[in-house]
């Protein structure tokens, strides 16, 4: 399977779109994250989230890029499976399942962030937690794709980085999940909440660092798997493993079968001699009978 992979020129492409869609949304999460998490730590990043560029250009990072991401990702990830054919067992899967829910929930993403933008709701309430949530099942679900793919194209020793990346992603989108459950649900209006004040400060950060961790491991994992269309796109071709190597010859000959040496001079195949033929040659009388 992966060999088919590696020649088709369709699935090195879709892998390109998805390198495209993983660094730009790695550097979304930089520029809009890092002011707002790290600002009180490094005031030079504190006063760059309050310039009247940062303000003006922020909302057009906020919406379009992620819109951006998601097209070239969803592009990339349609050219893969472009590439890969249909096959009736893609239920018993994690990849196509994946992708099907992925895709429910970015459409959800999108339609209820449009919503929310041109009528302008508040999403403080309940409606962050739930995209919030929503949000998680996507990073799984593509996530999943994203391993069960690696897995297919590409296996080896690996896949336990993938496995890695994906468990640090997930981690990262349950922990904004639930810190935006509390906020919505359960955060108290006073000050004096302990999670608002003292779990969310350190949990947020490092959620974000996490999250911007596990898309640099995908990019890591599929630069790889870029890599190895390399050969094939030259007119190469992936060496394969003999079964069995043959023996010498003492002289340093090749050793050749008698079937293969008629095939080769077009000629039938010698009679197998049978083993008392040999004791017979070399008896005594035999050499008798020739002196004679």
Do not use: C
């Amino acid at each position: 399977m992966g060999q088919r992979d590696f020649a088709n020129p369709v699935t090195a492409s879709g892998v390109r779109w998805l390198l495209v869609s993983l660094v730009l949304a790695a550097v979304a999460d930089l520029v809009t994250d890092v002011p707002s998490y790290f600002g009180t730590a490094f005031p030079v990043l504190g006063a760059l989230s309050g310039t009247a560029s940062y303000e003006r250009y922020s909302p057009i990072l906020i919406v379009v890029v992620p819109t951006m991401v998601g097209v070239i990702g969803f592009g990339g990830i349609l050219r893969i499976e472009r590439g890969r054919g249909w096959t009736r067992d893609w239920r018993s899967e994690g990849a196509r399942p994946a992708l099907l829910a992925a895709s429910i929930a970015a459409a959800f993403l999108f339609g209820s962030g449009l919503v929310l933008e041109l009528f302008h709701v508040s999403t403080e309430d309940a409606w962050n937690p739930v995209r919030m949530t929503v949000r998680f099942v996507l990073v799984l679900a593509v996530g999943v794709y994203l391993l069960e793919t690696a897995a297919r194209i590409d296996p080896g020793p690996r896949i336990r980085f993938a496995k890695s990346a994906l468990v640090v992603g997930a981690f990262a989108a349950a922990v904004r999940m639930l810190i935006a459950i509390h906020n919505g649900f359960f955060a108290s209006k006073s000050a004096s909440d302990f999670v608002s004040s003292q779990v969310e400060p350190l949990l947020s950060p490092a959620a974000f660092v996490l999250a911007v961790v596990s898309l640099f491991g995908w990019f890591a994992i599929y630069i790889r798997i870029l890599g190895r269309f390399a050969p094939i796109r030259a007119g190469g071709r992936a060496q394969q493993r003999l079964p069995f190597r043959p023996h010498p010859h003492p002289d340093g000959l090749p050793v050749r079968s008698e079937a293969a040496v008629a095939i080769a001079t077009n000629r039938p195949p010698a009679p197998a001699r049978p083993p008392e033929s040999t004791t017979r040659a070399t008896s005594p009388d035999s050499l008798e009978g020739l002196n004679r």
